[in-house]
């Protein structure tokens, strides 16, 4: 009787001593094979707490989407994504409407937006992953009465390593078809009409209209002056073809015109001084000149008056000027349409 006793002894030890207990067990079926070692520990502590807390995921925070979709955390996912855009809509749509900020301010708020996107999904990670794995492992023990039982149903949920293959494959599908698209996609720009060649057409119209012609196209670029009207040849009659000295009437005051528009249009158009009558438009205070020069010639390839002005190690891009406001107010749409800021003011 005391053989037996002392028989049995050792393997009752044996068993005590297990080296994984039956939530590490639980917990490494539902966690899968990937990362299980990185996983357990911080759930264990978790355990031993009493409760979840933060602690620094990796994953989580740079993949925060493919993380969430690989561990199948699809509640997670909505609210990341509804968050992230919501906060980008709140700060550069009304941010932008209340606060009237710069290319720094923007830069500012892009910063924070991106931070608190990548930082409360590496912060809180663990925790959301513990909490789905311990709904998880309490529906695997309720629809199985084994442990064993329990342990295989967790694997059979849990993400595998084919999973991630295929997850993978489809970030580099999306980011090959991204970059396709980019490469494809047409660039059209737009080049500004020279009021130089405008009187040439000019010349081929009767007196009388090729005046107006070039005044519009000078309205354009320039600065609205008062143009020379020239004298209509006497001589000329529709239809018939005209005389030596009418037809010398005719080219002096288109040579007229073409010098008015000549002066009138400004040789160098980055330094139009900003004070002056009529209205202008303020597109921006750069900090930087190469995007300043961006929006520059955004303005002047369609066709805009445009001009800059450096203040102070800043760059500034104005429009203008116009006659009336009803002019600048249609310009500032177009500007609008090219995805730039316009103010209309008078100084």
Known sequence: MTSATSFASPEITRLDRSPESATAALYRAAIGPINTGYYVPVFARFEAAGRAGP???????????????????????GVYVTVVLGLFLLVFGMGRLLLHGSEAVDVVLLGVCCGLSYVLPGVFGNSIFHAKSRQQMAAALSATSTLADACQRLNQQASSRQRFLRLALANLALAALAALVFVAWPTVTMRPVSPVAIPVIGYLAPPVAAPVVAIQSIHRDAVPTAMPTPTPAASFVPGEPASAPAGAEMIVPLAKIATAAASATPQNPTTLPVAGPGYFINVGLFAKDRNARNAYAKLRAAGLPAFKQTLKGRTRVRVGPFATQVGADAAAEQIHALQLDAVVFQP
């Open 55 to 77: 602690s620094w995921n990796w994953a989580a925070s740079l993949y925060t989407l493919n993380w969430m979709i690989f561990r199948r955390l699809w509640a997670a996912a």
